[in-house]
């Protein structure tokens, strides 16, 4: 009683000693609190922004001693800040400095609070507090940084003064003990397989904690020491220390075990649960005793003892068996708390939650020992993928994304949309939208919305009618007090229906060809190119053209002489000049549209096909060539040259069975083909080529058609001609000689002969073969009128009531190539009309069909027969679209030679 009086005034002392320094305020924000045997001190984080904060403990006498790691660990403090900065200091009530009555321990604390940057500036805070704590014949605390074992003693401490040195003592009861020195009383390690003894003086030098106090020993060690041993006990790592303190009263050599044992790799983590599992029976501590009774658990949170329905509530686990005790606590349950981090960049979170277990048992060996385990646990790092949730609905034209959920220590900093990063405060005053959600648990996610109008979305033209708008979104975030950073980054495509594709159109002057692109609203990132050469209002000129633009179109013009037009097609029509635009997308140079206008402009006959079969030629020089000579020209045949030549113009001439010049038949035509070559000197490729082509018809006028397309070249040449037909009347049986023009109408009777030829003329090529399909009489000289008397039919003499005869063709001094002739007799001339016979003027008409002589038999309009050798074989195709041609003779005039033989001359 003496000493608390003689305490409380010295204390008085201390703080008016301490006010006079410094003036302190008000201690009431450190919160304090006596939980088990342990005295708490929390500072809440919000006095602490931009300060450090020590401790010191003060003695009975006023000393003060800084509490740093070392000390703490030797003198039983415990200093720790969660994430926040919240600062809780524990002080054992064993601590040095400690003034401990029986069941009560007085603890002095000053609290020196400075800025970071300024020790000097400390403010200080006394506070002293008083714990009542009843303590059992053993208690053992496992605390983060030390463990600690007090063991209750039945024989009062002796004075100091009253020890005497009687070193041989102390080797007769311990011959581990160091003799010869001057020593009050020692320390024994007992090692796995040695002793260690040393003095309680030199055990303190090392980091014990060794003291007495009025009925209580104790021992206050580091986890790892040279004397601490790590033991496995049912599957769990103990750090333990053996000890036995010896200390000599009077006569008698005293000794307390003060053994002591704390788990130390206890708890086991998977992403949902915290596993910590402790065994019970820790033999290190029951060395001579027998089994342990009256084993009770206590578990709890904060220090707190949490009760069955507590823990159930929380959803926490406690299973206890006479082996070990198993407490489980779900990542996230209440009394924990979450907290953000960034490593390696990534967003993460861990679980943070201090726990504690009490074991309390009683054996034979030291009644009632408390084992005390505090764990402050925190889950490893666990990655979390951030949640990034695309909201947009195309027809709102926004861009909606939201990011979280996110604890409440984050903070989102800035946000970077497209190459733009603004601060939270710049995006607000932009055409953006940010929203914070709150959820029920705390957690907060972002809402961000974007126009799809933004400048910072990107807008690509996705083919056809589709717009694409892409929107790239880093979100800055921090983590609150630690200031780590991390960023997110996502980016949303949307696809939209929206695009306006230009649209281009043209129109041909005089000289110049002309496109006029409508803008449309794809456009700014098509750039038109001619020829392989963008066509900007830059270039252009360069390239000879002319761009003019406004904000809806733009328009390219280029001379019709220029480089970048197109020679497509020259023929008889005139020339066919093509300027080819492809608008190129200059993010990726893939062509989007390509597209040309065509001109026409009139030239010079460039291509003549005469009945005879001779073709004349006229090439141009045409500028994709530059360099052609146009005097080294050939056809097919190289040594087919041209007949003349100028600079701009060579002329070729020949007949179609010279020059490597083919036939072709077609359904409706017949077509001389050759090409015009151009050889660079001493190369067998053609530089250039130039398809030349006749095609025959009887005298249709056929119009020519070119397409807007990207023109192939080569160009071709096309053009017709026409064939030459006779159908003669022979004056005899021989074909020598003929009816000319003036003798037209020719009189002839009833039962004359008639014998006919039909000739192709002036044609030079011998594998043409004419044949006859049908043959034919009219009274009129329209061949489709009626009455209509058939003469041959399918290529066959008809027979039914008159008789015609085929003739062969031989060669003679005027039939130079027989195949180009047929000739026939119509033998019996009879034709009859309503049942008598015809007279009056008639007309003769054939169909005729010009064959390819030495593959008949690969034309179906060439496979008739009717007489083998002399006409065709098979059926005739369709008249209509096919290329049979019509012969007709003059007018006959037929007579009765009843009425001639009555006439009277
Ligand atoms: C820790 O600090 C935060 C913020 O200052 C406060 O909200 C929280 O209640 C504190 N926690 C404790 C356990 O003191
Ligand atoms: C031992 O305890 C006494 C009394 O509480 C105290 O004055 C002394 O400082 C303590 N010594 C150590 C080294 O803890
Ligand atoms: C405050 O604490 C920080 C972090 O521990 C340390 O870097 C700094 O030096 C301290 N400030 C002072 C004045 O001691
Ligand atoms: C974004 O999406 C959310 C959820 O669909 C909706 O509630 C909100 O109105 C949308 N905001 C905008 C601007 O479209
Ligand atoms: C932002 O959102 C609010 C509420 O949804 C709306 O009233 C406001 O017009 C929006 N602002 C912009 C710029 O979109
Ligand atoms: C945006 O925030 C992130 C994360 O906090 C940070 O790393 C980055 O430097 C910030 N950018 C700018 C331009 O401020
Ligand atoms: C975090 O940043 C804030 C504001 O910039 C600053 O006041 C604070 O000291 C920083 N905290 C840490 C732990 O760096
Ligand atoms: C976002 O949502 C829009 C509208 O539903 C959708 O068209 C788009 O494909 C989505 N983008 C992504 C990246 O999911």
Not at 536 to 552: D, K, L
Request: charge should be neutral; charged fraction near 15%.
């Amino acid at each position: 009683m003496k000493l608390s009086i003689g305490l409380i005034s010295l204390v008085g002392i201390l703080i008016s000693s301490v006010m006079g320094q410094q003036r302190p305020g008000s201690a009431d924000f450190i919160v304090s609190s006596c939980k088990r045997s342990l005295l708490q001190l929390d500072l809440p984080a919000v006095y602490l922004v931009n300060k450090n904060v020590t401790f010191a403990a003060i003695d009975q006498y006023g000393s003060a001693y800084e509490i740093g790691d070392q000390l703490a660990v030797q003198c039983g403090y415990r200093t720790s800040s969660d994430f926040w900065g919240n600062v809780t200091f524990r002080a054992s009530l064993m601590s040095c400095y400690t003034q401990i009555l029986d069941d009560q321990s007085t603890i002095t604390i000053r609290i020196n609070i400075f800025p970071t940057w300024d020790k000097s500036a400390s403010v200080s805070y006394l506070k002293q507090v008083t714990c009542p704590y009843t303590w059992d014949a053993r208690e053992i605390l496992c605390e983060m940084n030390y463990m600690e074992v007090s063991v209750r003693r039945k024989i009062p401490m002796i004075a100091e003064s009253a020890l005497q040195d009687e070193p041989e003592d102390w080797v007769s009861a311990f011959p581990e003990a160091v003799a010869g020195l001057v020593s009050i009383w020692q320390v024994v390690f007992h090692l796995p397989s040695t002793r260690k003894a040393m003095l309680v003086r030199d055990a303190q030098k090392i980091g014990y904690g060794i003291n007495t106090t009025e009925s209580r020993m104790l021992l206050r060690s580091p986890y790892k020491t040279a004397e601490t041993q790590l033991l496995n006990i049912g599957g769990v790592n103990f750090s333990s220390v053996r000890s036995t303190i010896l200390y000599k009263q009077r006569w008698m050599i005293l000794m307390v075990d003060t053994a002591v044992a704390c788990p130390v790799d206890d708890v086991k983590y998977t992403k949902q649960m915290i596993t910590w599992s402790v065994p019970k029976v820790l033999l290190p501590l029951l060395i001579g005793a027998s089994r342990l009774k009256n084993s009770r658990i206590a578990f709890g949170v904060d220090l707190l003892t949490l009760t069955s329905t507590e823990i159930a509530n929380r959803k926490y686990g406690l299973m206890d068996n006479y082996l070990d005790t198993t407490v489980n606590v779900p990542v996230g349950a209440q009394g924990g708390y979450f907290k953000s981090h960034v490593s390696n960049g990534q967003y993460g979170i861990t679980y943070s939650i201090n726990v504690f277990l009490e074991h309390e048992w009683d054996d034979s060996m030291w009644g009632v020992t408390k084992h005390t385990i505090i764990k402050e646990i925190t889950t490893p790092f666990d990655a979390q993928l951030t949640p990034i949730i695309n909201e947009t609905i195309s027809t709102t034209k926004t861009f909606n994304v939201t990011i979280g959920p996110f604890l409440p220590d984050v903070q989102l900093v800035n946000i970077t949309v497209g190459l733009e990063t603004l601060t939270i405060p710049e995006l607000m005053a932009k055409n953006y939208n940010l929203t914070t959600i709150t959820y029920p648990n705390g957690s907060v996610a972002f809402r961000l919305t974007v126009p799809f109008t933004d400048q910072n979305v990107k807008i690509e033209y996705n083919g056809e009618t589709t717009r694409v708008y892409i929107l790239v979104v880093t979100f800055g975030f921090k983590i609150i007090p630690t200031n780590e950073t991390f960023t997110c980054t996502t980016t949303i495509v949307t696809l939209v229906r929206d695009a306006v594709l230009p649209q281009p159109s043209g129109y041909c002057d005089m000289n110049t060809l002309n496109v006029i692109v409508k803008r449309g609203n794809v456009d700014i990132n098509w750039i038109p190119y001619v020829n392989n050469i963008p066509l900007t209002p830059e270039t252009a000129q360069s390239n000879g053209a002319v761009f003019m633009a406004n904000s809806t179109h733009y328009t390219i013009t280029v001379n019709r002489y220029s480089d970048n037009v197109m020679y497509e097609e020259i023929n008889n029509a005139g020339m066919t000049v093509t300027l080819p635009l492809t608008l190129v997308d200059n993010t990726n140079g893939n062509p989007m549209s390509t597209f040309s206008v065509s001109c026409s402009y009139p030239t010079a006959k460039l291509i003549d096909c005469f009945p005879n079969g001779t073709i004349a030629v006229t090439v141009l020089k045409l500028s994709t060539v530059p360099d052609m000579e146009l005097s080294q020209l050939v056809l097919r045949d190289k040594s087919c040259r041209p007949v003349i030549y100028t600079d701009t113009s060579a002329k070729f001439v020949f007949p179609v069975n010279t020059c490597l010049t083919t036939r072709k038949f077609t359904q409706t035509m017949m077509i001389y083909e050759n090409d015009v070559y151009y050889y660079r000197p001493g190369l067998t490729d053609a530089a250039y080529k130039l398809h030349v082509a006749c095609n025959y018809t009887t005298n249709q006028t056929l119009i020519l058609q070119y397409g807007y397309e990207v023109p192939p070249s080569p160009s071709a040449q096309t053009a017709f001609g026409t064939l030459a037909l006779v159908l003669r009347l022979s004056k005899d049986s021989r074909y020598s000689t003929f009816y000319g023009d003036a003798e037209y109408p020719v009189v002839k009777y009833l039962m004359d002969a008639l014998y006919f030829e039909v000739e192709l003329l002036y044609s030079v090529d011998p594998q043409l073969e004419l044949f006859l399909d049908n043959c034919w009489a009219t009274a009129s000289p329209d061949k489709t009128s009626f009455p209509k008397w058939d003469v041959v039919v399918n290529s066959c003499e008809f027979v039914e009531t008159y008789q015609t005869i085929f003739h062969p063709v031989a060669a003679d001094s005027r039939v130079v190539y027989p195949s180009h002739l047929k000739r026939f007799e119509v033998k019996m001339f009879t034709f009859m009309n309503a049942d008598r016979a015809y007279l009056g003027e008639i007309y003769f008409h054939c169909s005729v069909i010009i064959c390819d002589a030495v593959q008949l038999y690969t034309d179906p309009l060439c496979t008739k027969s009717c007489i083998p050798a002399r006409q065709r074989t098979g059926r005739s195709a369709k008249l209509d679209t096919d290329r049979h041609q019509y012969v007709s003779s003059g007018a006959l005039l037929l007579k009765s030679n009843v009425l001639s033989s009555l006439s009277p001359y």
